[in-house]
């Protein structure tokens, strides 16, 4: 099967979060998902929807007999009834038995204990990989990009009160984009990121706000050789379009 | 799912604070026990899994880490596992699930809750269902697309398309 596109890939993360894709979708999402950071903060986003679903349950009591056992801890093993001497062989023989069944049982009981814990514990760990790797792709590529002599930036200013800033280097072609006080996009729609660097605007990837208003993007490379004018962000379609269609909402120049 | 000083109780749990573990149990048993019993329709079961849910938190509260999520996400996870281990377990051995056991009603129990109880009224009873079995039956798109007898492409549109619009009502999504 051929490698699904970025569309197809976003449209699986619904239901990657809530465990149910299987087949060739779950191979495709799971071969993409370590490469694309943007796919996994989708993942993120829908694991924090499905977190919640469970929250709208009705709470139901267990009975106190249930809270009794659980502060109780382990049931603890009734101590064994001495045997007399004349059966002492044979209730050996029965005692090794029943005890090496018994012990089987118990070590059969306390893998498959082992291995829920860890499938929970794996479950864990790989949202909170997923989300560090996310945090530490862009403090170090931030930490780099600011410290280097050739950076530069250009603020960008909106409609009530919206702001951004762009960060780049041209040498690198490394970019990313700051942004405050822009509401949260419509259903169905997203802001997308224009690059004008002489010719048509360049489209430079769509994002959404968070409930303060804010985002930090990460730009697609700068193309090479690129003298970059100016940057801008409308409001588009989801998916976003090849040439901007919607309202300007923050826009700034490099003069 | 909201900033709580419930960690600290986790702290003490890790402590091996036994009037925690009675503090803890009283705060989360509740929703502990609905979410197994929506999940296996069987009282009996349910409190199986409510005591090892909170026998494996007292085993493990050291390792929580609150930065991952809530402590409800953190028990919640925990009585899913083992709710639909349990369930797939019955599936296997071709045991039907009991009729006489309540499934708890969606009732809010404060205000996350009753957003989320929102959200979910705001999807059509094809969406509501289709998420539903993927999250409290354990199946798969394929799965769900045999059970209801629909193509998978629908069934894949359906649930994108709900959860959209949960994470629209419950955000933040970035």
Known sequence: MSALTEKELFELAPLAALGALDGEDQAAFARALPSQPRLQQELLAFERVVELLPLALQPVAPKLATRERVLSGPVPRAAPRPAPLVTWLAAAVAVLSLGSALLLREQRDAAQELLRAANEQAVWLAKDNRRLLLELDRASSIGHLITQPTLRWVSLAGQKGASGRALYDPSTREAYLLVAGLPKAPAGKAYEVWVIAGGAPTPAGTFQTDDMGQALVRLPALAPAARVKAFAVSLEDEWGVPAPTGPIVLSGDTN | ?174
């Not at chain 2, 925690?20 to 979410?35: Q, W």
């Not at chain 2, 998978?152 to 949960?166: E, N, P, V």
Request: a positive charge; glycine letters at 6%.
């Open chain 2, 1 to 174: 799912m909201s900033e709580s000083p419930r960690p600290s109780l986790l702290q003490k749990l890790a402590q091996g604070d036994k009037t925690a573990l009675g503090e803890f149990y009283d705060l989360y048993s509740g929703l502990v026990n609905g979410m197994a019993l929506r999940i296996l329709r069987d009282v009996s079961e349910a409190e199986d899994v409510v005591q090892e849910v909170f026998l494996q938190a007292w085993r493990q509260a050291e390792r929580y880490d609150p930065s991952r999520g809530s402590p409800e996400a953190w028990l919640c996870t925990m009585a899913r596992t083992r709710a639909l281990d349990r369930l797939r377990r019955r599936a296997a051995r071709r045991e039907d699930a009991p009729d006489a056991a309540p499934v708890p009603r969606l009732l809010p129990r404060n205000e996350e809750a009753l957003a989320v109880r929102k959200a979910l009224e705001g999807l059509s009873a094809d969406q509501r269902r289709a998420v539903e079995l993927a999250y409290y039956g354990g199946l798969t798109q394929s799965e769900i697309a045999e059970a209801l007898g629909e193509p998978l492409g629908t069934i894949k549109t359906r649930i994108r398309t709900a959860m959209m619009r949960l994470r629209e009502a419950l955000g933040p999504t970035t």
